[in-house]
């Protein structure tokens, strides 16, 4: 009995002491709720959003008015409030901004003058909101890519079935007590250092060396709130990590262990009430689009909705046939650049309103100077601007971006930025030739391969960048700048060899306009929603490009939106203009397609009007490719930096220009105050033009022309025409010319003893290590791109197809181009003679790399297709019996080298014929045969 008491005590005991102990947690959880209503109001918390826990523990805080008694106020779309002495900037956020979509435009504001940081590049634009979750404020970037549809001509986000991005969650700083505004503290959204544009992920990649922000050297700069949009600028510091950024070297900063760089936010408002109204996308017109996946209705062949991007531009007077705009699109070309070119750029930009005249506006682009002491900042959203850059070396001439409503797919903002170095005539390009041999390129000259579209070529290296970087390329037009530079230098050198013209005549400053004229014209052209046109230069006949009386009339070319290439006359041709003057036909219409008036509310009910446009697609001058159409397809008509409607005609005509400015630049230089560094430079100007116009030629062997039109189109074609059997013939017929020939290059010994590097040692300039000039290796180089070009892999299996393409006996067969190469790469075994007898080293070169090739096709190290590599085993034999017979006749009468080099090739082909074949499963495990 007394037992069982003690126990039923020890359990009461039990019980009490632990309802005491509750009723002593309960005292500080009610304190702290105190003291939490002062940071988060019940009231305020959004519908359907979870409460903070009240055992979660609160950083003590400050009230309101405490945070904001000492900081300047700065009223507009947001309120401000700065304290620039402790470095801080707080955002108000009233209580209908929240779940409100804005923009946010990120703009470079400073750079450092190299690895494309430069002032003006755009980082990135995204629609944002603030969205409230409990004591935080989450910065959302919606899910745009689906919709469905609503009563709303725009539909709405679906919900539920997409994830949003949550990029932050931020702190609610304080919440005012009567007008219930939440403070968050803007250090959080724009010093953190996981930093908004990515910089940190970026900068490894464009700079070579890891690099990280630092949060001690990041502060704000200018802040300014205006009623639609505020403007704030950041400096970020960032300094060297690890062992790689200490030794990395960057010249165009005092130390390479650290720099600044600003960026300026634009963060503006989306009126829900706009009346601008989206226009639908075709594909015969080359617009920038906006695409987002309906998913009201399954019963529609194409569930994705595409709106060209565009200006809202709309007439004052709808009646009439030609009206001026409501609101014209204005262009400030900036206080910085230079007066001697603010007439081009002016001029370029202009040249677009007789584009606009067609699609029935009258003066729908103003230009206006920057005053000298303007209160506003380029980077400011309201203002579009043309900005003059300065750096090292250029990464670009020239940068077209716009900025617009991802749900409309209206432009807000564009500013094109002009580097300074496009007003060089003449620039050393030695680093780009080099890269023809180099292991690891420069950033740069990967970036100007994959420009190039050679992705027929398995030496190319221009494929590997990353996603960012790839964007930007095409974005922002950076393909155009890095191959221009090479365009605009030949132009000079051209005029000063051929015609005698010296730098500062007026001639040459005729070019330098013209060429800056083009420039802003195509930067403006992107500005308005237009894509690249690579066929845009195919317009005119070569006879009739010199022909100022059709040029100035039609245009150059049917389109600016193409990269074009100088235009040089021929010898015994006078000279025309050397860059388009005029927008051309597939402007207008492209202009007329995007902005021509229709009267209607709805995107939908367009169609028709629309289609009545773009039905003209298969006109000859409104032909269309762009960037897609470039690169792993083979159309002669689709390239860049080519002209005429007969580019293997032209390309001809242009690699005899070069031939004559290699031969009078012996004669005519070193003239007086010039370097031997000079010629250098100039030599490889020409060798570049040269190996553009040799790559020009190859596009005829297997290629096809492509065009984008509807089978309801007038005058329809098929979409794919293969090139004419006598085409490709002629092709191959120049390259053996102008590329493979034994007298394909000769220079005169005087001429290459000439060609001295400049030997500066500063961050100016970095004298190479070689001080001879690498003429064999350079020559080589060429003729390796042109000939791997022609054995690659996705050239044979395009030959193959077309054979299937195309009428009996008028298609190139394989057999016909590896007989053709094999003739005139082994002419001096295959039909010797005496003058003939003995191989010069560029052509015992050249012989080495074709042997390589059919050797790796044979022994199974390449992707070919099997019939390729059956002719492959079939033209060594037949080499080898070839050479047996002239070692064994004219063997004591060959010089060393090729005695040697005839000896060592049959060893070599011997090997290859005899040795053992593997299985696929034996050289997959050795990692060959199954590249992807």
């Not at 690249?532 to 006949?541: D, I, K, V």
């Not at 995107?603 to 159409?629: K, N, S, V």
């Not at 230089?669 to 031997?676: A, D, K, V």
Request: include cysteine; charge should be neutral.
């Amino acid at each position: 009995m007394k037992k069982k008491q003690f126990w039923i005590l020890l359990i009461v005991g039990v019980c009490l002491w632990s309802l005491l102990f509750l009723i002593k947690q309960s005292f500080p959880t009610q304190a702290k709720l105190k003291n939490d209503a002062a940071i988060i109001h019940p009231n305020s918390l959004s519908e359907n959003r979870p409460i903070s826990s009240p055992l979660r523990a609160k950083k003590k805080t400050k009230s309101f008015d405490e945070i904001a008694k000492n900081t300047e106020k700065i009223s507009g779309l947001f309120t401000l409030y700065r304290d620039k002495d402790k470095n801080k900037l707080y955002l108000e956020i009233q209580p209908e901004q929240l779940n409100k979509n804005y923009l946010c435009i990120i703009t470079l504001s400073r750079g450092i003058g190299d690895g494309f940081l430069l002032n003006g590049l755009s980082l990135d634009n995204f629609l944002f909101h603030f969205r409230r979750v409990g004591d935080k404020v989450h910065f959302v970037l919606p899910n745009l890519n689906f919709r469905v549809r609503s009563d709303e001509p725009l539909g709405k986000l679906p919900e539920n079935s997409f994830s949003d991005s949550v990029l932050y969650a931020l702190d609610i700083v304080s919440i005012h007590p009567t007008r219930k505004t939440l403070l968050i503290d803007l250090s959080d959204l724009f010093l953190a250092r996981d930093d908004l544009p990515g910089l940190n992920q970026r900068l490894p990649f464009l700079l070579g060396a890891p690099y990280t922000l630092d949060s001690d050297k990041s502060y704000f700069g200018d802040a300014r709130a205006f009623p639609f949009n505020l403007e704030i600028e950041t400096i970020y510091g960032f300094s060297a990590k690890g062992e790689e950024a200490f030794f990395n070297y960057l010249p165009t900063v005092p130390d390479s262990r650290a720099f600044n760089l600003s960026v300026h936010y634009s963060i503006s408002e989306l009126s829900a009430n706009s009346d601008y109204i989206p226009r639908l996308a075709d594909d015969r017109v080359g617009y920038f689009v906006t695409t987002y996946k309906d998913l009201s209705d399954n019963r529609r062949r194409d569930a994705f909705v595409r709106y060209i991007n565009r200006w809202k531009l709309e007439p004052l007077n709808p009646q009439e046939a030609l009206s001026p705009p409501k609101n014209p699109i204005i262009f400030w070309i900036e206080n910085t650049v230079p007066k001697e070119y603010r007439a081009a750029i002016r001029e370029g930009i202009l040249i677009w309103n007789s584009a606009f005249e067609q699609a029935g506006f009258k003066n729908a682009i103003e230009v206006r100077q920057m005053p000298d002491n303007a209160p506003w900042n380029p980077a400011d959203v309201r203002y579009n601007t043309i900005r003059w850059s300065n750096s090292l070396e250029a990464a670009f001439l020239g940068i077209g971006p716009s900025h617009v409503n991802p749900l409309t797919g209206q432009i807000l903002d564009a500013d094109i930025v002009i580097d300074a170095n496009v007003v060089r005539s003449i620039k050393d390009e030695y680093r780009n030739l080099s890269s023809l041999n180099e292991s690891t390129p420069s950033l740069a000259a990967r970036s100007a391969n994959w420009c190039e579209g050679d992705s027929l070529s398995p030496i190319s290296v221009g494929t590997k960048l990353p996603p960012f970087f790839r964007q930007w390329m095409e974005e922002q037009d950076l393909c155009l700048n890095l191959a221009a530079q090479q365009e605009l230098t030949v132009g000079p050198l051209a005029l000063s060899l051929l015609k005698g013209i010296t730098p500062t005549s007026a001639t040459m400053g005729e070019y330098v306009h013209q060429f800056l004229r083009h420039l802003v014209a195509h930067e403006v052209g992107h500005t308005l929603g237009l894509r690249h046109n690579f066929h845009g230069s195919t317009m005119l006949a070569p006879h009739t490009l010199n022909d100022t009386s059709i040029t100035h009339q039609v245009g150059l070319v049917s389109s600016v939106m193409d990269y074009v290439g100088v235009n040089l006359a021929p010898q015994g041709v006078e000279q025309g203009d050397y860059y388009p003057v005029i927008v051309g036909p597939y402007d207008r219409w492209a202009i007329e397609y995007g902005y021509k008036f229709s009267g209607e509310r709805f995107p939908t009910m367009e169609r028709r009007f629309l289609e009545q446009i773009a039905r003209r697609a298969q006109e000859e001058e409104l032909a269309y490719a762009t960037d897609e159409d470039l690169r792993g397809f083979l159309d002669p008509d689709v390239n860049t930096f080519d002209l005429s409607n007969n580019v293997l005609l032209y390309a001809q005509w242009q690699m005899d220009n070069a031939r004559r400015m290699w031969e009078r630049l012996e004669k005519r230089y070193p003239q007086q105050g010039s370097t031997y560094s000079d010629i250098r430079a100039q030599f490889n100007t020409v060798f570049f033009y040269y190996f553009r116009q040799a790559r020009l030629v190859t596009n005829y062997i297997g290629g096809s022309s492509f065009n984008r039109g509807h089978p309801s189109d007038p005058n329809g074609r098929l979409p794919f025409e293969p090139i004419s059997v006598e085409k490709q013939r002629e092709a191959l017929e120049v390259l053996q010319k102008y590329v493979f020939a034994p007298d394909s290059f000769i220079f005169s010994p005087d001429l290459l003893n000439q060609l001295a590097p400049s030997r500066w040692n500063d961050f100016g300039l970095q004298a190479r290590s070689g001080l001879d000039y690498p003429i064999l290796d350079n020559i080589l180089a060429l003729q390796k791109r042109v000939l791997r070009s022609l054995l690659s892999n996705a050239r044979l299996n395009q030959l193959r197809n077309l054979e299937l393409k195309t009428q009996p006996d008028r298609a190139l067969t394989l057999p016909e181009l590896f007989n053709t190469l094999q003739e005139g790469i082994w002419t001096e075994v295959l039909h010797p003679n005496r003058e003939t007898l003995n191989i010069s080293s560029i052509r015992r070169a050249l012989q080495r790399e074709y042997l390589d090739l059919l050797t790796k096709m044979v022994l199974r190290r390449s992707e070919v297709p099997e019939d390729a590599r059956t002719l492959a085993w079939y033209q060594l034999n037949q080499l080898e019996g070839s050479l047996e017979e002239v070692l064994d006749r004219a063997g004591d009468r060959l010089d060393g080298y090729t005695q040697a080099h005839l000896f060592e090739t049959r060893d070599r082909i011997l090997k290859a014929l005899n040795a053992p074949l593997q299985s696929k499963q034996q050289l997959g495990k050795q990692g060959i045969g199954n590249r992807k």
